[in-house]
């Protein structure tokens, strides 16, 4: 029977050989434009998000312009995205703790970026990993999914998932390794009908080798 170790290195191997630099799908110019992008992302699909960013950025380019908006003007601009009232609140709050705080510049270590209105821990992980190539994993939705269903991971909770996906990918890989799996669950090993007939993995996975009987 195959063990976690054996099969995370498989795994890897295969997105390695078949998804080389993997790449969020928000769309963004500047490290303040993702962090708002992911926040605004938070329950809500990242092409929504692509929709409205370009008039947001176009508003806010920078830290300052942000901090110094109305609660009327931002809700006005993302107002078709989910929880617009919360997340208006957070990107004020944000942009002013930043401009406050952090001289404008998003810092780079998920702790500082916690502190920020609207920032979880998810959301400092994907900012941390994607501008600053930080050997941190992001466990949303997709991430969580596909860790258990494939058996990289048994934890019940988001941070135990965390744990194990990072004790298990190598610090250099941990960046493109959150990429790969949200990829990954959002395309074909998806919530209601994967697609195991055209999973790359599926030889390794858990869930579809013991549903049809392999192990």
């Known amino acids: 029977m195959m063990d976690t170790k054996e099969r995370f290195f498989h795994i890897t191997e295969w997105f390695s050989r078949n998804m080389e630099a993997p790449q969020t799908e928000l769309d963004y110019d ?3 434009h993702l962090l708002i992008a992911v926040i605004l992302s938070a329950q809500c699909t990242d092409r929504r998000v692509n929709m409205h960013t370009p008039a947001i950025f176009t508003r806010f380019p920078h830290p300052q312009d942000l901090a110094e908006a109305g609660f009327d003007e931002v809700y006005s601009l993302i107002r078709s995205i989910s ?16 401009v406050d705080e952090f001289n404008g510049v998003v810092p780079s270590e998920p702790e500082q970026l916690e502190k920020m209105p609207g ?28 860790s258990r269903r494939t058996g990289l991971s048994d934890g019940a909770t988001v941070e135990a998932v965390e ?42 996975c858990r869930q579809y080798l013991e549903e049809n009987s392999i192990i």
Do not use: Q
């Open 30 to 32: 500047t490290p303040f």
């Open 83 to 98: 929880f617009p009232n919360n997340k208006a609140r957070h990107l004020i709050g944000m942009a002013r703790m930043l």
């Open 119 to 146: 920032v979880g821990r998810k959301t400092a992980n994907v900012i941390a990993s994607v501008i600053y190539n930080k050997p941190v994993i992001a466990v949303d939705t997709h991430v969580f999914r596909v």
């Open 163 to 204: 744990k194990d996906l990072t004790a298990g990918f190598a610090p250099e890989l941990r960046p493109d390794a959150h990429h790969w799996l949200i990829l990954h669950g959002r395309y074909t090993c998806t919530a209601r009908k994967p697609k195991c007939h055209e999973c790359g993995i599926r030889e390794w």
